[in-house]
T-cell receptor
């Protein structure tokens, strides 16, 4: 079956760095996405990885290892507004998105 | 700023009533997803269209749910009859195969069935 695993909840301190891991087993691979979802709002696109390595975008970076079925989202210089759920999703061979359950990130002052 | 438009934003209805949710995908996007999100289940795929053709609706309870794309600018999700367990947020998302900037979600329809 297809499966995406990510931690349910993480806590970090304002100004610090946090890494949210995602492991996956899917039928084919056509890219991995990270989305941010604030409570009561729609998911918004953060990053996309299709080749191995690190993609950096401002305070956020995303890493992919296809051979290990592994990705992480790295958030630097954490701000209170980064408190949200972070969803990992893999696009499979049918171009469908397989979603993880999301990681709720709590930022403390 | 291109956006996916969903209506209504909120819907409260009585059990047994028909509910229709609408989605206007971003112009030029040929892929449309309907998702349901609850606290317990996360994001569940209900239906998936490409070029208006349904590709996957295996996640949708077919006895009461139906999804259609009457034209490229409109996708609908209908529940008849509605039940309290259908209470959730329903999201529509659009995109194009192979794009690297992800799929864009609408603001969602928060459905409450009493």
């Amino acid at each position: 079956g297809q499966n995406i695993d990510q931690p349910t909840e993480m806590t970090a301190t304002e100004g610090a760095i946090v890494q949210i891991n995602c492991t996956y087993q899917t039928s084919g691979f056509n890219g991995l996405f990270w989305y941010q979802q604030h409570a009561g709002e729609a998911p918004t696109f953060l990053s996309y990885n299709v080749l191995d390595g690190l993609e950096e975008k401002g305070r956020f970076s995303s890493f992919l290892s296809r051979s290990k079925g592994y990705s992480y989202l790295l958030l630097k210089e954490l701000q209170m507004k980064d408190s949200a759920s972070y969803l990992c999703a893999v696009r499979d061979s049918n171009y469908q998105l397989i979603w993880g359950a999301g990681t709720k990130l709590i930022i403390k002052p | 700023d291109a956006r996916v438009t969903q209506t209504p934003r909120h819907k409260v209805t009585e059990m047994g009533q028909e509910v229709t949710m609408r989605c206007q995908p971003i112009l030029g996007h040929n892929t449309v997803f309907w998702y349901r999100q609850t606290m317990m289940q996360g994001l569940e795929l209900l239906a998936y269209f490409r070029n208006r053709a349904p590709l996957d609706d295996s996640g949708m309870p077919k006895d009461r749910f139906s999804a259609e794309m009457p034209d490229a600018t409109l996708a609908t999700l209908k529940i008849q009859p509605s039940e309290p367990r259908d209470s959730a947020v329903y999201f529509c998302a659009s995109g194009a195969p192979g794009q690297h900037y992800g799929y864009t979600f609408g603001s969602g329809t928060r459905l409450t069935v009493v």
